[in-house]
């Protein structure tokens, strides 16, 4: 059996306030020019599919044409709530769209039925487990001692009564210790939603969805398969990809991926104002179309920096410093003697100690007059 294991599509995200959903329209259509190719027999999208719990109109219009196309592929898709979705609002409908081949996770109430496809070898056991918390556990089973993430998602599966003569697959959203994370995904506090990958021993193949980095945990057999597309500069040199799992008899599995290539890619630069400027340095690349990360390692501000930049980088998304003054960690702490200092020589004191450099001889003549000017204004 041929599965397209997909997760995190965030339809709607906006990065650095740059909408997304242009380049999600396109990736999607070329996942379905990828399903065309490979022809599976099931396709997984592992969590969430929105990137709010009440997704724009244009995000919900962008999915369910998504949809409509899968469905008349005539494929069976597996679709989990995340922790950005609405569990409730991704399964309306879910009972009467079944017959269509599109399988939305109810909302979990202590019950996960698996939906048993059949194919040469067999039988094969999805069990579609959305995001869940302790807290969620807790309510269906208060026999059961559930303080961690780890505890909610053991008594969840063990409460599947899953059958280990069949191949099965566990489709879920948490966050699997060991897997690396990037910026654009949220974060708790001290790792306390970590879950022990050992739970997970029963399955031939869990399909995770959370981490947007694609990766395997311990084994191919437990895999995350990344975000398609890049939704944050820390996941610049990621290389985004569908993953194309192959079961055959119980015990062996074989996991590819296919590159997904986008529209823009996400780049970062870092340079002087000069040197990113000269057109030998950017003639020959795409950076114009792309969405860029300038740091500028200028001592000194450029004047209307994001403007000049964008004649050239026309997506500049984020314009950060690295020089003497934003790598200085001096705080700025009470200036000693201030009763026998001029005002000249405290905001000196002040811009060093805020900058890590000295004022220039032009910045402190402007201060110098400006200084006169007020009080000239205060007598």
């Known amino acids: 059996m041929k599965i397209i294991h997909l997760s995190d599509l965030h339809i709607g995200k906006r990065v650095n306030e740059f909408s997304m959903l242009e380049d999600q329209e396109i990736i999607l259509k070329k996942i ?14 592992a ?14 219009e962008m999915f369910d044409e998504f949809l409509v196309s899968l469905s008349k592929r005539r494929l069976q898709v597996l679709i989990i709530s995340g922790n950005h979705d609405s569990p409730e609002r991704l399964a309306f409908g879910n009972r009467l769209i079944d017959a269509s081949g599109i399988h939305l996770s109810p909302v979990y109430n202590g019950k996960v039925n698996p939906l048993t496809l059949e194919d040469e070898y067999g039988s094969v056991d999805f ?3 959305p995001f869940i918390k302790p807290g969620n556990v807790r309510r269906f089973f208060p026999e059961e001692d559930i303080s961690t993430y780890t505890d909610a998602v053991r008594v969840a599966i063990n409460k599947m009564n899953v059958n280990t003569d069949h191949r099965n697959v566990l489709i879920t959203h948490q966050f699997v210790t060991g897997a690396s994370r990037s910026e654009s995904e949220e974060i708790s506090v001290g790792g306390s939603d970590n879950v022990d990958a050992s739970i997970f021993e029963i399955f031939d193949y869990v399909a995770l969805g959370h981490i947007h980095g694609p990766q395997n945990i311990g084994t191919e057999r437990i895999r995350y398969c990344g975000t398609p597309l890049k939704y944050s500069f820390s996941e610049a040199k990621h290389q985004k990809s569908v993953t194309v799992v192959q079961l055959s008899e119980k015990g062996r599995i074989c996991v590819s991926t296919i590159p997904l290539v986008p529209k823009r890619n996400m780049v970062e630069l870092k340079g002087t104002f000069a040197e990113l400027t000269d057109k030998n340095f950017y003639k020959d690349t795409n950076w114009q179309d792309d969405y860029i990360h300038i740091t500028l390692i200028d001592e000194e501000d450029i004047p ?12 500049l998304m984020k314009l950060d410093y690295d020089n003497k003054r934003t790598r200085n960690q001096n705080k700025v702490e009470e200036i000693a003697d201030v009763d026998n200092k001029s005002p000249l020589e405290l905001f000196e004191e002040l811009y060093e100690l805020q900058n890590g450099v000295k ?9 110098t007059q400006m200084i006169e000017e007020i009080w000239g204004q205060e007598r």
């Open 304 to 315: 209307n920096a994001v403007s000049k930049l964008q004649i050239i980088y026309h997506n």
């Open 32 to 45: 379905l020019q990828i399903l065309d190719e490979e022809k599976p027999d099931a396709v997984i999208i």
């Open 359 to 367: 004022m220039s001889t032009v910045q402190s003549d402007y201060m």
């Open 47 to 60: 969590g969430d599919v929105y990137d709010k719990a009440v997704p724009s109109a244009e995000a919900v």
């Open 127 to 129: 069990y579609m487990l």
